[in-house]
């Protein structure tokens, strides 16, 4: 994945040849081009999550995802979950 980050794309299909080249039916351009899509959906995605920010979280439908997400680590805490567990043999 380095070298397909970098650009350099003939040094990424020898390191893929020198790792796991002697396997009988192993495709390296079906690899790289998994690789190289791969990285390229990662980047798109890089993208997308810098444009956003954590206040994004605790708006709208999010903050109700975020609710029923910590809601139960809640009751867990003040029922006394962690105290029963604890201390039971």
Known sequence: MFYCKKGNHEQAKKS????IGNVDGYDIEHEYACIRHEVEQSET????LAKSSWLSVFKG???????????????????GAALTFGYST
């Not at 893929?16 to 790792?19: E, W």
């Not at 995605?45 to 997308?48: F, G, S, T």
């Open 45 to 48: 995605a890089q993208k997308l």
């Open 16 to 19: 893929l040849a020198r790792l």
């Open 61 to 79: 439908k999010n903050l109700k995802r975020v609710f029923i997400g910590a809601l139960p680590l809640m009751i867990q805490g003040i029922a």
